[in-house]
């Protein structure tokens, strides 16, 4: 099985999102769907040479769902920045500590961080251990790392062994 279906979960993420791109349960989209969820992961296991574990695969649902609301409330409040006196707005660069060990983790962080509105990772250090942020708006800097701790990297943390 594991040499057939090397990662279910990519699979089905695959299938997933091709229907949902799709729009549509045609019977020819879905073996199509079935076709590119077994064959992308068989032909990319060897770029794959540290597997993400998952520990609480469960938990990815929440956190989709904690990161499409706040992407929401950050789309409503840059826009109400930018439309706004543009004086106001206090851009600066932020350097995040990072406790992830996972590079596949510290990847979905960085994603997470630059898709979120106002925010973007600009940098990682080369020993993985912080990563530089710029952000639109920053009032308090540590406010804003202890947000992105509990608010993404903590989450990740319990998601992926690490």
Known sequence: MNRWLPQ?????SL?????L??????LGQILLGLCIALALPLFTVRFWPDRPRLRRPLKILTYILVLLWDITLANLTVARLI??????LRPA??????DLCNDFAIVVLTSTISLTPGTVSADISPDRRSLLIHALDVEDPEQIVAHLKRRYEQPLQEIFEC
């Open 8 to 12: 279910p979960l990519l699979s089905l």
């Open 15 to 19: 299938l997933v999102v091709w229907l």
């Open 21 to 26: 791109l799709g729009n549509t349960l045609a």
């Open 83 to 88: 439309l706004g006196p543009t004086a106001r």
């Open 93 to 98: 660069f932020i350097r995040l500590p990072l």
